[in-house]
């Protein structure tokens, strides 16, 4: 079943623990960011997913556009020195 | 716990389990049949709280009522008459306007039942309730929610909210009838006080509904017996489909 149309539609973004960033999930229709939200809680953190939640509506994200793709991300593609990898990293980092 | 019969207490928690049990199904029935994906998932959630909190009732009520009965016994092996549960939650879903009223009314009532409930000297059930009470935030939170928007919304909208609240006010009274085991449960605190429930409900309702531009309808009648397994005539088709499966092939399980 999909949303109504006539409700806009919102990203969704959830903080799965403390020191994570938010990560976006999924997007939903709502007709309000309140509605956004509760939809939000409902839809993606039924099983313990998260422990806070943003909605953005989608119409305030502007995207790449897959034209522009090579001229946006190729010229990161033969620098590897940008890269840390001259670092060894502790066991006990867990995210980086 | 010490004045009052276990057999006694154990009505107040059937009361209680069925009241969650039976709008727990009702509430199911809207899988896969809501407006929309989110208010699907949202109605089932709320459904599955009401479950949870049926069956820790349940396994309270068998052990004060010294039957050893499972839930599923409560559930799905006991007829119409035997249920407990107020009348207001087995009407039925109706359009989604019929929903979201039932929902405020039902849950603003449960809300404040839970929260007295907090500080019951039945230990077990005050830990039901301090875990009950964060899901009736929520599902109360829903079902304003809605209202408000449903009320102030398009004149279609308004219009079937008026219609559900005019059909479902009249059970409301029951949910604050006092009969000859409220006295006793009340002062020993195993049961909320209807008075103080009410005191809480009216005012919140009347304050959500006045928000969203309904109007608390004029009532002649008031309907009653849920509480002493009377049940207007939806409840029994209601059961059939419920118990259906668990009848047909007893002791199933998945």
């Not at chain 2, 939170?141 to 005019?166: F, Q």
């Amino acid at each position: 079943m999909s949303g109504d149309a006539r409700l806009p539609l919102w990203e969704v973004f959830v903080r799965s623990r403390r020191g994570l960033s938010h990560n976006h999930v999924g997007s939903l229709h709502a007709a309000d960011a309140e509605m956004a939200l509760r939809n939000a809680r409902d839809v993606f953190t039924r099983r313990m997913e998260g422990i806070s939640i943003w909605v953005v509506p989608s119409t305030a994200i502007t995207a790449s556009s897959p034209d522009e793709k090579d001229a946006f991300f190729d010229p990161a593609g033969d620098k590897a020195y940008r890269h840390p990898t001259f670092y060894t990293i502790p066991k006990d980092v867990q995210q980086l | 716990m010490t004045t009052v019969a276990t057999d006694v207490a154990a009505v107040s928690t059937l009361r209680m389990a069925d009241d969650c049990l039976v709008l727990s199904h009702r509430l199911a029935q809207w899988s896969s049949r809501a407006p929309s994906l989110e208010d699907d998932v949202a109605l089932t959630n709320i459904a599955l709280d009401e479950l949870g909190q049926a069956r820790a009732l349940y396994v309270r009520t068998a052990e004060l009522d010294g039957t050893g009965r499972s839930e599923d016994d409560y559930a799905f092996l006991r007829d119409e008459r035997e249920f407990v549960n107020c009348q207001l939650v087995e009407q039925e879903n109706g359009d989604f306007a019929t929903t979201i009223v039932r929902q405020l009314l039902f849950t603003t009532y449960q809300h404040a039942q839970w929260r007295a409930l907090v500080g019951s000297p039945d230990e077990q059930v005050a830990a039901i309730a301090a875990k009950a009470i964060k899901e009736a935030t929520y599902h109360r939170h829903h079902a304003v929610d809605w209202t408000l928007r449903l009320g102030d919304g398009t004149e279609e909208s308004h219009r079937r909210m008026e219609t559900a609240l005019a059909a479902l006010w009249p059970f409301t009274a029951e949910l604050f009838e006092v009969d000859d085991l409220t006295a006793d449960l009340v002062a020993t605190g195993v049961a909320a006080d209807p008075a103080v429930l009410r005191g809480e409900w009216e005012p919140f309702v009347e304050g959500v509904l006045h928000e969203a531009t309904l109007t608390r309808p004029e009532v002649t009648w008031a309907p009653s017996g849920g509480r002493r397994g009377l049940h207007t005539e939806c409840f029994g088709y209601m059961l059939t489909e419920m118990q259906h499966l668990h009848r047909s092939h007893p002791g199933v399980s998945w």
